[in-house]
């Protein structure tokens, strides 16, 4: 699966990802992209990020 989000730092986008790794149904969870926007005065990070959904019996 993909997911597309926006975070108010890069370190919360790590925060979010460790999150995401200590789910039981996902795994392979690996950020793809990554960009700041500077234009904008709060310098948002746009990130995306793939995991493989593993179904639990």
Known sequence: ?????EARSFAA?????????????????????HQVDAQDPEQPVRFSVTATW???P
């Open 13 to 33: 986008v790590l925060d979010y990802l460790r999150e995401l790794q200590g789910q039981a149904s996902l795994r392979d969870v690996m950020l793809q992209h």
């Open 1 to 5: 699966m993909k997911i597309v989000a």
């Open 54 to 56: 593993e179904e639990q």
